[in-house]
């Protein structure tokens, strides 16, 4: 049976670490239940650097190392796999997660230690990758869902792999493997609500897989439908997301019983008391189940007994409550107030909304499928409900100008938001990134690996895809929209104008639909795949 | 025993942790310093929220 050792790299490193990471949680208990000999180095939570990492690598004689997660993991996993070659010459790296799956044969380039990565969904590929270590065999090649390397140096990507249907097959995630005790619960604090600010023991669990918008900075992983195979005139394959007008997905999701099972067990095992739900968008799948599921696992969870005391008796959460609050995510037009309240009800107490603005005109390109109004509407529902609803908002966006500034000022005032945007932010696997490709890489001097180092928290600017602000307006605007301070706004906007030629009363905006872009965007990736 | 890794098994060798050289003051002041800077802002002030008056807008979306 194979030795593996799972590195989980750091993540948001200017933050404390706060989730386990439920794919290679998920990925671990798999390799155990398949018998198996795992350890997981979890150098997120520790943080202990090179030094610790060369005990790790000498542990043992690892068969397998194996590392992954999201695009802006990207630095530490370069420093991780360098060391691991270095120390365990013999191991075989395996990669997955966002980071790879956006960007395959990239990704390939810029790690040369990789042996082989795993595109999208691990679930069968992972174990498939284990089995053939076993039988000392390497042939990745014939294992639907890898990219690796050919004999002459180039690289090879397998079939697709398809998507797991049966979710429930799958075991529950190895918690125990990971710092639960020394960093995970000490950090369970969520300073979105009340009960999430006064969480000691959280766990986050993921019930769901996919969103049925089409929301043009989103990424999906390719473990939502969103990912597709084409080949290209090389006959080449390549892997696709999101393109104007060619959308794909898979909605999928666990069944309550195992959710509501999971939480139980999780509860019982560790007394747990706050769950947060990494759903993607949980209102996708109370919809597409017919309004079912998300009732369904709010019954379940006051049946057993998991509803917090505090909503069962009508009195204020505090400290002594027991039970399980819970937090997810939400959208404006799938929501409706009788779900909501049955949510708070079984123990929900916020919901992360995307809004992102309330200007209309900005709404309608960005593939959300709501509008200024459906957001005031969910808003009200939400706290009406008793839950808190996180209005998420950004700028940036293509067409974003000042109209849309203003709306979004007067938005915030009327609802007492209090928000600092995120910045529009093309991570790659997003339509907008295939459709700004060559934009973004010519703010980083054609270099596509230091756009990915540059990516963080989307609170930075990194690069900019507004058709009328540049990196310093978006900076300067955010600051002013915060204090709310109209006057200057107003005169930037007089100055923005003049140097446009555009005149007062015209529309604020030098947008034009970016679809243009996209054949020469496409052209540039098969040169760049080929070349 | 260490327990920065955890598994299914023992390994054949022991992880050794790093002697960690305690932060300074400084270095400690700066971190946290740091994290109060960084990250996304957004709640409501619920003291300031005009209830209701969009709730009966039915505008489907676009
Ligand atoms: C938890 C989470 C985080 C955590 C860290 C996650 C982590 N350690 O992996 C935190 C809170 C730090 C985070 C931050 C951000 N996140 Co986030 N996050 C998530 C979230 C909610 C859940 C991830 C998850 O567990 N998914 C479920 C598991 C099963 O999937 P998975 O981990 O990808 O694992 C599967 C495969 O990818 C693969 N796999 C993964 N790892 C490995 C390893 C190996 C060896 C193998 C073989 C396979 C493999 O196999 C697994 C099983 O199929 C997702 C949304 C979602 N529901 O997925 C967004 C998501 C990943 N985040 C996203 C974004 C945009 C961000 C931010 C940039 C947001 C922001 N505006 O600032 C920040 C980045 C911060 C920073 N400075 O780095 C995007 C995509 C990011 C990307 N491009 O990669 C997502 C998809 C949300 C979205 N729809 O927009 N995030
Ligand atoms: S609703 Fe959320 S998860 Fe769905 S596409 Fe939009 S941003 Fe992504």
Redesign the interface.
Known sequence: MAKI?FVNPVVRE???PRHVPYGIALLAAIA?RDGH?????DENA?R??A??LH??F????WDVIAIGGITTAYASIKAIVQQARQECPNATIVLGGGVLTSLPREMMGFLPEVDVGVIGEGFITFPEILSMIDADARDWASIDGTISRTADGGLFISGQRALLQDLDSLPYPAW????LE?VYFPNSQVL?SEEGMLARRRLDINMSYGCSLVCKYCYHLGIAGDMRYETDENQETQVAFDQPKNYTRSIRYHSPEYVVGLVKYAREKYNIDFVVFLDENLMTMDQYSKRTWMSEICRLWVAAGLQPTCIRDGVEHDEHCTGVHWSGTSHA?LCNPEILKIMRNAGCSHLVYGYESFARHVM?TIG????P??N??S???T??AGI??????IIGFPNEDFAAIYDNMEAWK?????????FATPYPGSEWFTVYRNRILEQYDGDLESYLLDLG???RITAVISHNFNAVELLGLRELMLNFDYKRIRAYEQYWRKNHGIQPGEPSTLYRDPVQEVAVTRITQQKLATG | MSTLMKGNFTPAHNVEDAPQQADTLEQRFEKEALKKLGGSIAFVSKKKVLWGDEADNKDEPE
């Open positions: 050792l200017e933050d404390d155990i000999l795992v350890q997981v180095y520790w202990k650097g030094q610790v005990s790790v000498n542990a043992d004689r125990d493997l990971f710092p020394e979105f037009t309608k959300k499928g709501a509008t109004q459906t005031m509407r808003f009200f529902w706290l009406e808190r609803p996180i209005p998420n908002q009327k609802l007492g938001i209090v928000v600092k945007p995120f928290d989307a609170t």
